[in-house]
Nanobody, 115 residues
């Protein structure tokens, strides 16, 4: 069974940085395009960053230039480096496949940006 475990979220001041991690198990991680999603209170879940099997990345306009997605296929781990954080980045962050996401999402990790 696929398991996705996100970690690294925290309370941080505006302008601060965080690095999120997502450990995957029960999946052929290396063959899938993976992404980071987020869901803010009262809003729909949105894809903010994706990375292909070969390492090509793409980002939502709202995070472009501030967030960097990366992956370690040997460790089956996905990362999201978040810099210059803004209050509007506050959300629960999840990882999953970009195409045909797994039904069993992880618990997510809370990122709160506030002074």
């Amino acid at each position: 069974q696929v398991q996705l475990v996100e970690s690294g979220g925290d309370l941080v001041q505006p302008g601060g940085s965080l690095r999120l991690s997502c450990a995957a198990s029960g999946t052929a991680f290396s063959i899938y395009r993976m992404g980071w999603y987020r869901q803010a209170p009262g809003k729909q879940r949105e894809l903010v960053a994706g990375i292909t099997t070969s390492g090509t990345t793409n980002y939502a306009d709202s995070v472009k230039g501030r967030f960097t997605i990366s992956r370690d296929n040997a460790k089956k781990t996905l990362y999201l480096q978040m810099n210059s954080l803004k209050p509007e980045d506050t959300a629960v962050y999840y990882c999953n496949r970009v195409i045909d996401p797994y039904d069993n999402w992880g618990q997510g990790t809370q990122v709160t940006v506030s002074s």
